[in-house]
């Protein structure tokens, strides 16, 4: 694989959406290219940097008991 | 309408997915009260067509098309109104960094207070903000993304992709202005360790000037 094949990959190699074959290829390329390595390594994180701050929201206790008696 | 004892237990099941379907109000309508009036009015709705709920399907997917539906024809008004991503072109943080000699994993994203990548989602235009929210955030498949917003998984690759571009260049104008990384690419302070630890994104890890 090229790199220009694995950059092409990369999103769906984070978000888990390859193939099992596609994403081996695309981890064979990883193992020997530092430069696609430190690139995905980055995209994983933003991934996960993204997950944690925005689930630091969650609804508040009074709202969720509202909303259990408007809906039963 | 089904029997009570139906409803309580769609409800309840509905409810389970409360935070999903509030954070993402919350980040689509920037306000806490609208996102509340917004969840209230979806899981109404919900309630109101559960029968056209498929047993055994993605019920967090389903109510959260319904809220983000009701968002765009209420909240928001007409579909037309979002603004497409400006071309940020192939400006990315990674690319930019590494030519400038900076380590930007651990030295920079580690270092950007939660609050601040939040506000760079908010930035994202709404139909991009949206794909994020339900990829990144929620963990939806691509497929499931796709049937929520209704659009083909092709969109939903395109949109993400630009979106996270757009993330990178919010979060490294962020980094340059708040002096994480100046903008000649040196890091100010001392490295981090890259681990489970150090990978709590908080306000503290913003070093002071
Ligand atoms: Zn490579
Ligand atoms: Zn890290």
Redesign the interface.
Known sequence: MRCEECSDKL??FV?R?LTNTEALEVQLHLEGCPDCM??Y???E???????????????PTA??E???Q??? | MAEPAA??AF?EE??TH??T???GA??LTHDPDAA?DL??EA??RA?RYQHSYQQGTNMKAWLFAIMRNLFWDRFKGSRKEDVSLDDVGEFV??DKL?DEGAR??ADV??K?A??E??SA?DKLPPLHREV??L???E?F??KDAAQTLAVPIGTV?SR??RA?QQ??KSLFDYAVESGIVRPDGMNEGPPRNHGEAS???GPRQVPQQ
């Open positions: 999103d769906r978000d959406e430190e690139h390594d980055f995209q994180h933003l991934k996960r940097v993204v997950k944690r701050s925005c689930d630091c929201d969650v609804a709202f969720r509202k909303l259990r408007i809906l039963s | 409803q309580t409800a509905a409810l409360l935070d379907l509030y954070r919350l980040r509340q969840v209230q899981y109404l309630l943080l990674y590494r930007p994993e994203l580690d950007i939660a609050s990548v939040v989602v994020v929210l990829v990144d955030v963990g498949s691509y690759m993400l992709h996270r993330l990178q990978d709590f994104v």
